[in-house]
């Protein structure tokens, strides 16, 4: 049976002060891969772990197929919802084949042990997430990479209708990360999850929430939410939206990198010297197509000329 997620006004927080999450309405779509993203804690990781049941709601509610999560059994719950937190912790010493079989207990009864169904379900995820040759070594004993592919693995071994995931590509390199997201797309089940990368997240995801303040600020298709002016109101950053050479898809290019010392100091012969007295302008200059040659323009306006600070040199570090 295919399940339903959604959220009424959730109100999240974790003591007295104002509100983490304040008023968040949301229709997770059905058989979708929705992405959040957002600065450093906009709360994230509260609103997924709301919607796992992890953290009860202060006010509002997250429903799940239209019924309150907070009133639904756990056994229930985790045969329906899947959750990856963002730094999960293994029970010390623990085998990677013993964590993914972690994965089946909600499937578990006391008259129903260990079945055929869970050890194909562990053997399926092992190999989906390329942890299968690592089965019987320690979880401590891995890299951060192979730990985090074990996590997922444990995840997809609960074969939850609803998978959610705090940022599941961190620590991958560049071939599992694209491995793990193409994975994602490949599950039919309704997938939650928080990326950091706009690129991934516009290629990979059917749908997109950008989150500032506790607060949704703009949801739908990647198209329709990754633009200059979104990037630039949720993260401060002034940076060209161009297409994906191949998808398609929005790619965001930051502005040029903060010019190092010897740069800085025209007319000084420092190494490499270019000569140019206009310092760090030079390499902004649009070449591309008329669209995002007018998103460079716009950002370069913002700050008076010959300022001291280039318009690139703030917020251009990812996290
Ligand atoms: N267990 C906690 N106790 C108290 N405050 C918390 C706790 N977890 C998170 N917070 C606070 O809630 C806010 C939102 O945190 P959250 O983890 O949801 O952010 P996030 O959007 O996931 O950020 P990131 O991108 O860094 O993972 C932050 O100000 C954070 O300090
Ligand atoms: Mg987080």
């Known amino acids: 049976m295919s399940h339903r997620l959604g959220a009424r006004g959730l109100v999240l927080g974790y003591d007295e002060s104002s509100p983490v999450v304040d008023g968040l309405d949301l229709d997770v779509p059905d058989g979708q891969v929705t992405v959040i993203v957002g600065p450093n804690a906009c709360g994230k990781s509260t609103t997924l772990r709301a919607l796992g049941r992890l953290l009860r709601p202060s006010g509002g509610a997250v429903l799940l197929d239209g019924q309150e999560l907070a009133r639904i059994p756990t056994r229930r719950v985790a045969q329906a919802i899947g959750l990856l937190p963002q730094s999960p912790a293994a029970p010390e010493g623990i085998t990677v084949a013993d964590l993914v079989a972690r994965g089946r207990q909600p499937h578990q009864r006391w008259w129903r042990q260990w079945s055929d169904a869970d050890e194909r379900a562990v053997r399926e995820a092992m190999e ?8 019987a070594r320690p979880v401590d004993a ?12 444990m995840a997809l071994a609960q074969e939850t209708d609803l998978l959610l995931l705090d940022e599941p590509t961190t620590f991958l390199d560049i071939a599992h990360q694209v491995d793990v997201l193409n994975l994602v797309r490949r599950l039919e089940r309704t997938v939650v999850t928080v990326l950091h990368d706009l690129n991934q997240a516009a290629r990979y995801g059917d749908f997109l929430v950008a989150m500032k303040d506790g607060r949704i600020v703009a949801r739908g298709r990647p198209d329709e939410v990754v633009t200059a002016g979104l990037v630039r109101e949720v993260f401060g950053l002034d940076a060209v939206v161009v297409p ?5 898809s929005p790619l965001v290019v930051p502005g040029p990198p903060a010019p190092r010392p010897a740069e800085r100091a025209p007319g000084r012969g420092g190494p490499g010297g270019r000569g140019e007295p206009t310092g760090p302008a030079g390499p902004a200059e649009p070449t591309g197509p008329a669209g995002p040659a007018e998103d460079v323009g716009a950002a370069g306006a913002a700050d008076a000329p010959g300022t001291a600070n280039p318009p690139a040199a703030k917020g251009v570090t990812p996290t």
């Open 128 to 135: 989906l997430t390329d942890v299968a040759s690592l089965a």
């Open 142 to 153: 891995l890299s951060g990479g192979q730990r985090q592919r074990v996590w997922i693995a």
């Open 244 to 248: 994906d050479p191949v998808t398609g």
